[in-house]
């Protein structure tokens, strides 16, 4: 999640609103009310949107009379009602929202307040981890919960983690498995029951 977040208010000119995500490098922002909450949702496209008029001269036929102007502040062009997620929102339905909804960013709320932003560069980010880091994660997680060193060795590959060791029953097993796949980069997570030499 990024935090802190750009955003605009519904009265923020659209050349503006373009000069911050220019600035930025973003490709969106939530749209705030005077109470700080989100209520809208501002993109490239929304600002991009009946902005660039047709040449006449590369045209056959004329451009229709009373076309109408886009609008010049961010509250005219744009998206609501916006798809907010809680702070609590698994990655899985993150990524779920994005490819359903085909949205660029989710704003995380708490009671219409933003914490963070997630967007679809966030969630890739986390399948280019690189295998090492995802290990050491994992590996870090199983100690501190376990309070023990050395009596599972974990491994990754291509976010492919796999657990071995001596687990003390089933539960401690899926306890673990449940750990790993809280680590960005994991895919999918094997716990193998193993003394280790």
Same mark, same amino acid.
């Given at each position: ?32 009310? +005077?109470?700080?909450?989100?209520? $809208? ?28 102007? =886009? ?39 708490? $009671?219409?307040?933003?914490? $963070? ?25 199983? +100690? ?10 974990? +491994? ?13 029953? =089933? ?13 960005? $980069? ?12």
């Amino acid at each position: 999640m990024t935090h802190p977040v750009v955003t605009v208010r519904p009265d923020t000119t659209v050349a503006g609103a373009a000069a911050l995500l220019r600035d930025h490098n973003i490709t969106s922002m939530p749209v705030l009310d +005077e109470d700080d909450r989100v209520i $809208g949702i501002v993109s490239e496209v929304d600002l991009l949107r009946d902005r660039m008029p047709h040449d006449p001269r590369s045209h056959l036929r004329p451009v229709p009379p009373g076309r109408q102007e =886009p609008g010049n502040i961010v509250g005219d062009v744009m998206q609501v009602p916006v798809i907010c997620l809680g702070g609590g929102a698994d990655v899985a339905d993150l990524a779920a929202v994005m490819l359903d909804d085909n949205v660029r960013a989710v704003p995380i709320t708490d $009671g219409g307040r933003l914490l $963070g932003i997630v967007s679809r560069r966030d969630l890739l980010r986390t399948l280019v981890r690189d295998d090492a880091d995802v290990r050491d994660d994992v590996a870090r997680l199983i +100690e501190d919960y376990a309070d023990e060193h050395d009596r599972w060795r974990v +491994e990754a590959e291509n976010g492919v983690v796999t657990i071995t060791g001596a687990f003390d029953d =089933p539960a401690q097993q899926k306890t673990f498995s449940v750990l790993a796949r809280t680590v960005p $980069g994991v895919l999918r997570v094997n716990t193998l029951m193993r003394r280790l030499q």
